[in-house]
C-alpha cells in the first residue's frame, strides 16, 4: 500500500475513533440528562401530590385509624380518584399514596389497595425525600417518594410515590441518536474529504514520490553530491537558493550558507550571479584566480518548472594544461621551422661542397656558426641564452609581426641560465606577451611590445612593456575580460582568461603577476612576473666555461 493510501486510512480511522467516543460521551450525557429530567419530573409531581390538603387531610385520617382500610372503600375513594387524574395528566407510571404503616390508599392497581407496598417507606416517614430507580410491583421506574405531613405539620402520616416507566423516560432518545448519527455521518464526511484534500496535496508537493522513495532519494544525493568534485547549486522558479554543496560554496567563495535566500542577496560577483541566472554553459568565469564553468539547466517535470540547476566545475587545471600545450606547440612549430631552415642551410652547404668551391661553403658555414641556425630578426635576441626559450619568443615574434608589431628584447636582459619548467614560462609569458601583442596592435604607430628577462638562480623575473592605450580599470585587470573578437583564437584561447591563469600558475610556484604601471597618458602598460623554481642555475666555473 502506497504511503498516502496509508495515511489516508489511518486519518479516516482515526477522525471514526475520535467522533466515535465523542458520539458516545455525548450519548451518555444525553442520557443521564434524560434520566435526570424524568427523576426531577417524579419529584415536583410528588411533592405537589403530598402538598395537596386534602391529600395531607385523608392520609392522616387513614393513619390515625388503627385499623386496616377495606379496598372497596379505597377503590372510589377520593385519594383513588385523584392519584389516577394525576398519573393520566403526568403520562406517569403510577401515583402511590400510603399511610403510615405503608398501606396503600391509592394505586393504579385497585386489586392492591388496602395492600403494603413492595418497597421500602422507612425514609420518607423519617422526612426524607428518595429519588431512585427501583424495580416495584409495575417494574424498574424512575420514582420519587416524599413524606405527607399532617395539616398541622408534625410527624409524617404517609408517603407519597411517583414513577416513570423507562419507556417513557426514553422517548426522546430516538430523534437524540438519529442527531447523533446524522453528526457523525457528517464529520466523517468533512474528515475524509479533507483527508483527500491533504492526500492530492501530498502527492502534489512531493510529485508523486513517496516519502520512502524521498528518503532514498536524500540518501543517494548526498551520496552524489558529495562524492562528485563538482558543485551544484539548485535554484526555485523564484530564484531562491534551495541547495548550494560544500564545494560549490568553495569554489564560489561563498561565506555563510546561502540556503533560502535569493540569489540577489547571496554574496557573488556580478559576473558569476549572471553566469547563475543565464541557462546553458558559460566559457568561463575567474573567482580568486580560479577558472570555473558553470552550465545551468532547467529542471522541469512534465509542463511544471521546478527550477535550476548549475553545475560549477573548477577548469583551471584543465585550462593551465591547455596554456601549456599551447605554448608547447608553439615551441614545435618553432623547432621544426628551426630544423627546416637548418636542413636547407645545410644543402646549400654541400652544393658548395660538392660543386668545389670550399672556400664559399667554409664562408657561409662560419657566417651559418656567428648567426645562428635561424635568423628570426628579433633584436636583443641573442641575450637569451636558452634556446628553447629564444625559439618561443622568436615564434612569438613573428605572430606579433603579422599585426604590425614589433616584439623586441630589452638590450639589458640577462639570462645566463637554461629553463628548467618550459610549459609553466612559456604559458606565463605567452600570455602577458600575447596581452600586450592585443593592447599594442589596438593603437596607433609605433606599435611595439619590449620584454625584458633576468634570472637570479632558480627564478625567473621578466617586465613586458608595450605601446597600447594603458589599463582603463587596473583593479578589475586580473578578472576575466571580454575576448578580443578582433584577435585570433577558438574555444580554448582567446576566452579573456590569460591575465587570471597567469597569476595563478605563478602564484602556484610561490611567485606573481602584477601590473607595474598602468599607463595610459601616452605610454602603455608594464606588467611584471617572477616565477621561482623555473630555472637550472650556472654556477660561475659554468659560465666561464
Given at each position: 500500500?502506497?504511503?498516502?493510501?496509508?495515511?489516508?486510512?489511518?486519518?479516516?480511522?482515526?477522525?471514526?475513533?475520535v467522533v466515535?467516543?465523542?458520539?458516545?460521551?455525548?450519548?451518555?450525557?444525553?442520557?443521564?440528562?434524560?434520566?435526570?429530567?424524568?427523576?426531577?419530573?417524579?419529584?415536583n409531581?410528588?411533592?405537589t401530590?403530598?402538598?395537596?390538603?386534602?391529600?395531607?387531610?385523608?392520609?392522616?385520617?387513614?393513619?390515625?385509624?388503627?385499623?386496616?382500610?377495606?379496598?372497596?372503600?379505597?377503590?372510589?375513594?377520593?385519594?383513588?380518584e385523584?392519584?389516577?387524574a394525576?398519573g393520566d395528566?403526568?403520562?406517569?407510571?403510577?401515583?402511590?399514596?400510603?399511610?403510615?404503616?405503608?398501606?396503600?390508599?391509592?394505586?393504579?392497581?385497585?386489586?392492591?389497595?388496602?395492600m403494603?407496598?413492595?418497597?421500602s417507606?422507612?425514609?420518607?416517614?423519617?422526612g426524607?425525600?428518595?429519588?431512585t430507580?427501583e424495580?416495584?410491583?409495575?417494574?424498574v421506574?424512575?420514582?420519587a417518594k416524599?413524606?405527607?405531613?399532617?395539616?398541622?405539620?408534625?410527624?409524617?402520616?404517609?408517603?407519597?410515590?411517583?414513577?416513570?416507566?423507562?419507556?417513557s423516560?426514553?422517548?426522546?432518545?430516538?430523534?437524540?441518536?438519529?442527531?447523533?448519527g446524522?453528526?457523525?455521518?457528517?464529520?466523517?464526511?468533512?474528515?475524509?474529504?479533507?483527508?483527500?484534500?491533504?492526500?492530492?496535496?501530498?502527492?502534489?508537493?512531493?510529485?508523486?514520490?513517496?516519502?520512502?522513495?524521498?528518503?532514498?532519494?536524500v540518501?543517494?544525493?548526498?551520496?552524489?553530491?558529495?562524492?562528485?568534485g563538482?558543485?551544484?547549486?539548485?535554484?526555485?522558479?523564484?530564484?531562491v537558493?534551495?541547495?548550494c554543496?560544500?564545494?560549490?560554496?568553495r569554489?564560489?567563495?561563498?561565506?555563510?550558507?546561502?540556503?533560502?535566500?535569493?540569489?540577489?542577496?547571496?554574496?557573488?560577483?556580478?559576473?558569476?550571479?549572471?553566469?547563475?541566472r543565464?541557462?546553458?554553459?558559460?566559457?568561463?568565469v575567474?573567482?580568486d584566480?580560479?577558472?570555473?564553468?558553470?552550465?545551468?539547466?532547467?529542471?522541469?517535470?512534465?509542463?511544471?518548472?521546478?527550477?535550476?540547476?548549475?553545475v560549477?566545475?573548477?577548469?583551471?587545471?584543465?585550462?593551465?594544461?591547455?596554456?601549456?600545450?599551447?605554448?608547447?606547440?608553439?615551441?614545435?612549430?618553432?623547432l621544426?621551422?628551426?630544423?627546416h631552415?637548418f636542413?636547407?642551410?645545410?644543402h646549400?652547404?654541400?652544393?658548395?661542397?660538392?660543386?668545389?668551391?670550399?672556400?664559399?661553403?667554409?664562408?657561409?658555414?662560419?657566417?651559418?656558426?656567428?648567426?645562428g641556425p635561424?635568423?628570426?630578426a628579433?633584436?636583443?635576441?641573442?641575450?637569451?641564452?636558452?634556446?628553447?626559450?629564444?625559439?618561443f619568443?622568436?615564434?612569438?615574434?613573428?605572430?606579433?609581426?603579422?599585426?604590425?608589431?614589433?616584439?623586441?628584447?630589452?638590450?639589458?636582459?640577462?639570462?645566463?641560465?637554461?629553463?628548467?619548467d618550459?610549459?609553466?614560462?612559456?604559458?606565463?609569458?605567452?600570455?602577458?606577451i600575447d596581452?600586450?601583442?592585443?593592447?599594442?596592435?589596438?593603437?596607433?604607430?609605433?606599435?611595439?611590445?619590449?620584454?625584458?628577462?633576468?634570472?637570479d638562480?632558480?627564478?625567473?623575473?621578466?617586465?613586458?612593456?608595450?605601446?597600447?592605450?594603458?589599463?582603463?580599470?587596473?583593479?578589475r585587470?586580473?578578472?576575466?575580460?571580454?575576448?578580443?573578437?578582433?584577435?585570433?583564437?577558438?574555444?580554448?584561447?582567446?576566452?579573456?582568461?590569460?591575465?587570471?591563469?597567469?597569476?595563478?600558475?605563478?602564484?602556484?610556484?610561490?611567485?606573481?603577476?602584477w601590473?607595474?604601471?598602468?599607463?595610459?597618458?601616452?605610454?602603455g602598460?608594464?606588467?611584471?612576473?617572477?616565477?621561482?623554481?623555473?630555472?637550472?642555475?650556472v654556477?660561475?666555473?659554468?659560465?666561464?666555461?
Amino acid at each position: 500500500m502506497r504511503f498516502a493510501t496509508r495515511l489516508l486510512v489511518v486519518q479516516v480511522a482515526a477522525q471514526v475513533a475520535v467522533v466515535g467516543v465523542a458520539a458516545g460521551v455525548f450519548l451518555a450525557l444525553g442520557v443521564s440528562q434524560l434520566r435526570e429530567e424524568a427523576e426531577s419530573s417524579a419529584l415536583n409531581i410528588a411533592r405537589t401530590v403530598a402538598e395537596d390538603p386534602d391529600v395531607r387531610r385523608l392520609v392522616t385520617a387513614y393513619s390515625a385509624d388503627p385499623g386496616t382500610p377495606q379496598a372497596s372503600e379505597l377503590r372510589g375513594g377520593e385519594l383513588q380518584e385523584f392519584a389516577l387524574a394525576v398519573g393520566d395528566r403526568t403520562d406517569g407510571l403510577f401515583v402511590v399514596i400510603t399511610d403510615d404503616h405503608g398501606i396503600r390508599l391509592a394505586h393504579p392497581t385497585p386489586s392492591r389497595l388496602g395492600m403494603p407496598v413492595s418497597t421500602s417507606f422507612a425514609e420518607a416517614l423519617a422526612g426524607d425525600e428518595v429519588v431512585t430507580w427501583e424495580q416495584g410491583t409495575l417494574g424498574v421506574s424512575a420514582r420519587a417518594k416524599v413524606p405527607v405531613y399532617p395539616p398541622d405539620g408534625a410527624t409524617p402520616v404517609g408517603e407519597v410515590s411517583v414513577g416513570f416507566e423507562p419507556a417513557s423516560v426514553f422517548d426522546d432518545l430516538p430523534a437524540l441518536l438519529l442527531g447523533i448519527g446524522g453528526t457523525v455521518a457528517v464529520a466523517v464526511a468533512v474528515g475524509v474529504g479533507v483527508s483527500l484534500l491533504m492526500r492530492r496535496r501530498l502527492e502534489s508537493v512531493t510529485l508523486g514520490v513517496q516519502p520512502e522513495e524521498l528518503a532514498a532519494l536524500v540518501g543517494m544525493q548526498t551520496a552524489v553530491l558529495e562524492g562528485s568534485g563538482d558543485g551544484v547549486i539548485a535554484l526555485d522558479p523564484d530564484g531562491v537558493v534551495r541547495l548550494c554543496t560544500p564545494t560549490a560554496e568553495r569554489l564560489l567563495g561563498v561565506t555563510g550558507s546561502p540556503l533560502a535566500l535569493p540569489l540577489s542577496e547571496v554574496a557573488l560577483s556580478p559576473a558569476v550571479r549572471d553566469a547563475l541566472r543565464t541557462p546553458g554553459a558559460t566559457d568561463g568565469v575567474v573567482v580568486d584566480g580560479r577558472v570555473l564553468y558553470v552550465d545551468v539547466r532547467p529542471v522541469r517535470r512534465g509542463a511544471r518548472a521546478l527550477g535550476t540547476v548549475a553545475v560549477v566545475r573548477d577548469r583551471t587545471d584543465l585550462v593551465a594544461l591547455t596554456e601549456r600545450l599551447g605554448s608547447v606547440r608553439t615551441l614545435s612549430d618553432a623547432l621544426r621551422v628551426q630544423r627546416h631552415e637548418f636542413a636547407n642551410r645545410l644543402h646549400a652547404a654541400a652544393g658548395l661542397i660538392d660543386a668545389g668551391r670550399s672556400d664559399e661553403a667554409r664562408r657561409f658555414l662560419w657566417e651559418l656558426v656567428e648567426r645562428g641556425p635561424l635568423d628570426y630578426a628579433v633584436p636583443g635576441l641573442d641575450a637569451i641564452g636558452d634556446p628553447l626559450l629564444q625559439s618561443f619568443v622568436g615564434a612569438k615574434a613573428t605572430a606579433a609581426r603579422e599585426r604590425e608589431v614589433a616584439l623586441v628584447v630589452d638590450e639589458q636582459s640577462l639570462l645566463r641560465g637554461r629553463v628548467a619548467d618550459v610549459e609553466d614560462v612559456a604559458a606565463v609569458l605567452g600570455n602577458i606577451i600575447d596581452n600586450a601583442v592585443d593592447a599594442a596592435a589596438s593603437a596607433p604607430p609605433p606599435r611595439r611590445v619590449e620584454l625584458l628577462l633576468l634570472d637570479d638562480g632558480a627564478t625567473l623575473v621578466a617586465t613586458v612593456t608595450d605601446t597600447g592605450a594603458g589599463v582603463s580599470d587596473p583593479a578589475r585587470l586580473f578578472e576575466r575580460r571580454a575576448p578580443d573578437p578582433g584577435a585570433p583564437g577558438d574555444r580554448v584561447h582567446n576566452l579573456g582568461i590569460g591575465l587570471p591563469l597567469s597569476r595563478e600558475l605563478a602564484r602556484r610556484r610561490d611567485g606573481d603577476v602584477w601590473l607595474i604601471d598602468p599607463g595610459g597618458t601616452g605610454t602603455g602598460a608594464v606588467f611584471g612576473a617572477r616565477l621561482p623554481g623555473v630555472m637550472d642555475a650556472v654556477d660561475d666555473e659554468e659560465e666561464r666555461t
